[in-house]
């Protein structure tokens, strides 16, 4: 029985993935972008286009307070058949709000893995236009 639930924790943790050539062609071709890193961070600097819907509403010592309106205020920017990127700082907390997303109907919610720090590092890499 315990690998009964092992498979089923395996299932929930399948997460549409991009890695950021594949995020900087999305945005290229005007789909969007979710950071949701907390206002202060994504203040010091943002993908192109990118909406601010912060998933934590603070993060201490004691803990993360989730934002309890993550999924209405990205309901309020894309519908549930948009193509959208979620990005945080290193990927971690994107992949949290990209199953949240997933789980509230959002089909084609795609996580950057490696968050806004490889999306700058890709950014590096390309050509100048």
Do not use: W
Request: include cysteine.
């Amino acid at each position: 029985m315990a690998s009964a639930g092992t498979s089923s924790s395996d299932k929930e943790q399948v997460i549409p993935t991009i890695d950021a050539d594949q995020a900087h062609a999305l945005l290229s071709s005007g789909h969007g972008y979710i950071d949701v890193r907390m206002r202060e961070d994504f203040d010091k600097g943002h993908a192109p286009g990118a909406h601010n819907v912060p998933y934590y509403l603070s993060v201490t010592p004691q803990g993360k307070e989730k934002n309890p309106q993550f999924e209405e205020e990205v309901a309020a920017l894309y519908g549930k058949d948009d193509v959208f990127i979620v990005g945080c700082n290193t990927g971690n907390r994107s992949r949290f709000a990209t199953a949240d997303l997933l789980n509230a109907g959002f089909k084609n919610a795609r996580n950057l893995q490696g968050g806004y720090r490889s999306f700058l590092q890709s950014a590096k890499q390309q050509p100048a236009q």
